[in-house]
């Protein structure tokens, strides 16, 4: 079965721009949650999408959002990109079939912010 | 919110000596604890779970351990290898339903295996 994938690997991007990042669940999984992870901080959660809805959701500004389609592969976006912005983006899915549901996590997409 | 602390921020063993990583957290609501390991350029990687039910749990070389009354949990790698070397992440939720809950890390342990 494949895993979670992530694209792109890698962005560059200029303060005050947009983003968006994509990520492809395990097959059959219908939870994506995505983490910020810096240096600085850990990793964080941001949010959580179950059947194209947002379900749980971390403390982050609303410069930070995300979709989830009906295939279950989500984006997040993020407007008005800053320096402080930049960070490893990772998403994990679940199959939420079980209690407590495990997450597994893709490669990431390396966001620089300039 | 939910805290994890996690310690030691680095750990350097022997090869085939044993490694041991400790966290604490704080809200008792929280029944879910996750391990998972992270090598240089990779997402992080479940390597083993447990849940408030259990007080231990093994797979192979590695093991956890939970005692909901200090609230803290451990991991144990015995036999320790290179391929061990890694960044170890505890997390914590209370994965009460409503989908997948947000997980709260500790900060992550620095193992080295020294040859």
């Known amino acids: ?114 | 919110g939910e805290n994890v602390e996690q310690h030691p921020s680095t750990l350097s063993v022997q090869e085939g000596d044993s490694a041991v990583i400790k966290c604490t957290y704080s809200d008792s609501a929280s029944n879910y604890f996750p391990w998972y390991k992270q090598e240089l350029g990779k997402g992080p990687q479940l390597i083993i779970d447990i849940r408030s039910n259990v007080g231990e749990k093994k797979d192979q070389r590695i093991a956890v351990t939970l005692n909901k009354t200090a609230k803290h949990f451990s991991l144990h790698i015995t036999e320790t290898q290179p391929e061990d070397s890694a960044v170890y992440f505890c997390a914590a939720s209370m994965g009460s339903g409503g989908g997948a809950d947000g997980l709260t890390f500790g900060k992550g342990t620095h193992l080295i295996i020294q040859p």
């Open chain 1, 1 to 114: 079965k494949a895993g979670v994938t992530q694209t792109p690997r890698y962005l560059i991007k200029t303060r005050g721009q947009q983003v968006t990042l994509s990520c492809s669940p395990i097959s059959g999984h219908r939870s994506v949650s995505w983490y910020q992870q810096t240096p600085g901080q850990g990793l964080q959660f941001l949010f959580e999408y179950f059947s194209e809805t947002q379900r749980n959701k971390g403390n982050f500004p609303g410069r930070f959002s995300g979709r989830q389609f009906s295939n279950s592969r989500s984006e997040m976006n993020v407007s008005t990109l800053e320096l402080g912005d930049s960070a490893l983006y990772l998403c994990a899915s679940s199959s939420a079939t079980r209690l407590p549901y495990e997450q597994y996590f893709g490669p990431g997409t390396r966001l620089t912010v300039t």
